[in-house]
């Protein structure tokens, strides 16, 4: 990246933030639910142990109906039906040495030196790996979880695996690893000084294999996010590892200062290392960059920071849906979002030309000279060669994978740009889970999305124009956490159709969908566009794709009610509600309409009178706490008895 392109982009975040390329006033949700209301009539469920932290793994087990919980010196099994309920837990504390050695280096004895456990991956039927940081001590135990759902246990095993490669040393660092088969990939910092990032192979049969240590163009200060493993066709040894995570640029300009970039890098299951180079390391390692941004009159604004991903399966195992949150480093404003990326397209930049620069004061380039075969980062398959293994490949193929691991084309977002995005919203998107939802016109993805104040936001991919171009629709805020704590994990157990979430202070269990919380009326529900929810002819309810059609109606593509509710397409939708009152009397009306394309207006008629006065809105009061949408009408601005018509024109 050149210099004038680097300027660009700081031109392109300022006229974001003083002209407004996106505006300043984030998308309102349809429906926005205190921790008090989730809680008293929507089914909220929290989980947390006395004088116990950092929530930070959450594993579902859809067989064992259980979810595993990593907490601060403590495994915990609770129940996907209900995790405020039949919970177990196991105290796997730090050895005392070890803590004491952890003191004396400089870290805190009561917030630092504690076994803030990380990792926990499903190792078989009977069995989990759990990993932790063990007072800057990383370790790891198999811990026997059983198999049965009706005597659900929790033991620790007495053997015990070095942790280094595979847990973080420090609490504060994320752990981003993948379970496949017996091995371990892991992205983690493997040193105490927290300063030697690598991309690590552990367990298993094969060698363990990492990237090369202390090389910029490798890894420059990484923060790994996710890490998954994806089929590339039939044959298993061209399955690779794809690793994303966030770091210090090493192609911008010097004179742009320190730049943060998105990344996803790749690496092959089969590789075994170099025979004389790159010994015990990584000889098919190569990165790409991941951009979300904006396009602007004088540049484009990026979202750098890459917070969370999720991997969406399709019936071909091959070509997932990656959905991908992130967060802006820039000064000048604050803005998340959420971009959508396809396995082909990733995949393309890893085909295409590599970035090459020759000395230290030239500009990064695209590399037009003569690339070795097998071209560096494929696998040693009969797919694509006849090379067995990364052993077996020419030394020219090796020092070329040593020095170019960053590809020269970057990987746009479908679409061009983010799906969904706020902007001066007061808070940060954190994490991310994604549900597929059978919905009567097709079917659509249901984003959740964590924050760093304690909230949950549901937004709907719908299709904008064609099938091809979405947007994300927000329709519900849920104040899951009572202290506003930062969203750390995101689960979903489709089966159950339930959502599980932690913080740093507790996990909370929320339904998918709240559909009676739409609305008593047809028109309502469907003005929801929730995939999860239809009308029955009676209530809002949980729509059935089984169900016959007449019992059913759902419009989430356009949120239309006019022909679903009324029959009548030529004018807008009426729907009326009148409330009778007395002399001195008080009544509650609805002053906020249930959905974002209606309009609410309160006319109230004194008695003995014919006209119709207009409710003045300065006559509303705030809502309760137990009710989102209700407001007080103050009863000296009606003296007399009244009528009361609320109307909502669509």
Not at 278 to 303: E, M, P, Q, Y
């Amino acid at each position: 990246m050149g210099r004038a392109q680097a300027a660009a982009m700081i031109r392109g975040l300022a006229l974001l933030w003083a002209v407004g390329l996106v505006s300043a006033v984030p998308s309102p949700p349809r429906l926005r639910l205190s921790f008090q209301e989730l809680q008293t009539w929507h089914g909220l469920r929290t989980f947390r142990l006395e004088r116990t932290c950092c929530y930070d793994a959450l594993l579902v087990d859809e067989e064992r109906g259980r979810l595993f919980v990593g907490a601060e010196n403590h495994v915990a099994s609770l129940s996907l039906d209900d995790i405020s309920k039949r919970a177990k837990k196991l105290a796997w504390p730090a050895p005392v040495e070890w803590r004491e050695e952890c003191n004396w280096a400089g870290k805190d004895i009561s917030t630092e030196c504690m076994n803030f456990v990380k990792l926990l991956h499903a190792y078989n039927h009977t069995h989990l790996l759990a990993c932790g940081t063990g007072a800057f001590h990383p370790t790891c135990a198999f811990v026997e979880a059983g198999h049965r759902l009706e005597e659900p246990m929790l033991r620790l095993e007495s053997r015990f695996e070095d942790g280094k490669g595979k847990s973080p040393y420090d609490p504060r660092h994320r752990a981003a690893s993948v379970l496949v088969g017996e091995e371990l990939y892991s992205g983690v910092a493997a040193d105490l000084m927290g300063r030697d990032f690598t991309i690590f192979r552990s367990l298993g049969q094969r060698p363990s294999l990492r990237t090369e240590p202390h090389d910029s163009r490798w890894l420059n200060e990484p923060k790994f996010v996710k890490v998954f493993w994806i089929p590339e066709s039939e044959n298993p040894d061209d399955d690779k590892i794809y690793f994303f995570f966030h770091e210090s640029a090493v192609e911008s300009a010097p004179a742009m200062g320190r730049l943060t970039v998105s990344r996803v890098g790749q690496i092959c299951r089969n590789d075994m290392g170099g025979q004389r180079s790159l010994v015990n390391k990584w000889t098919t390692f190569l990165k790409a960059r991941l951009v979300c941004s904006i396009s602007g009159a004088d540049g484009d604004t990026h979202f750098d920071q890459l917070q969370d991903v999720f991997l969406l399966s399709s019936r071909d195992r091959q070509t997932p849906l990656l959905y991908a949150v992130f967060s802006t480093s820039s000064g000048i404003f604050q803005g998340s979002a959420v971009c959508v990326y396809s396995m082909n397209d990733i995949r393309r930049a890893f085909l295409g030309p590599f970035a090459h620069k020759e000395g230290p004061t030239h500009q990064w380039v695209s590399y037009q000279g003569r690339v070795p075969y097998p071209r560096p980062g494929m696998c040693p398959s009969k797919t694509f060669g006849t090379f067995s293994s990364t052993k077996d490949f020419p030394e020219d193929v090796i020092q070329f994978a040593r020095n170019h691991p960053l590809m020269y084309n970057s990987i746009l977002p479908m679409g061009g740009r983010p799906l969904f995005l706020q902007v001066g919203a007061g808070y940060t998107f954190t994490q991310l889970a994604v549900d597929r939802v059978a919905a009567a016109d097709g079917h659509y993805d249901v984003l959740f999305i964590g924050t760093d104040v304690g909230t949950i936001l549901k937004v709907i991919s719908v299709p904008k124009g064609s099938w091809s171009s979405s947007e994300g629709l927000l329709l519900e805020e849920l104040h899951v956490f009572e202290d506003s704590a930062a969203v750390t994990s995101l689960q979903i157990s489709s089966k159950r159709q339930q959502l599980y979430a932690a913080s740093r202070s507790a996990v909370a269990q929320i339904a998918l969908h709240r559909c009676a919380a739409h609305g008593r009326v047809c028109a309502e529900c469907c003005l929801a566009r929730d995939p999860y929810c239809a009308w029955d002819g009676v209530a809002c309810t949980r729509f059935q794709p089984t169900a016959k059609r007449r019992f059913r109606r759902q419009d989430v593509r356009h949120g239309d009610p006019r022909t679903l509710c009324s029959g009548d397409s030529s004018r807008p939708t009426l729907l009326e509600q009148k409330v009778f009152g007395v002399e001195g009397g008080s009544a509650f009306l609805e002053c906020e309409p249930r959905s974002l394309q209606a309009r609410v207006e309160w006319t109230f008629q004194r008695a003995g009178e014919a006209a119709y006065n207009q409710v003045s809105p300065q006559d509303c009061l705030p809502p309760p706490p137990t009710h989102t949408h209700r407001a007080h009408m103050k009863s000296n601005s009606m003296p007399g008895a009244i009528l009361a018509t609320q109307e909502a024109e669509i």
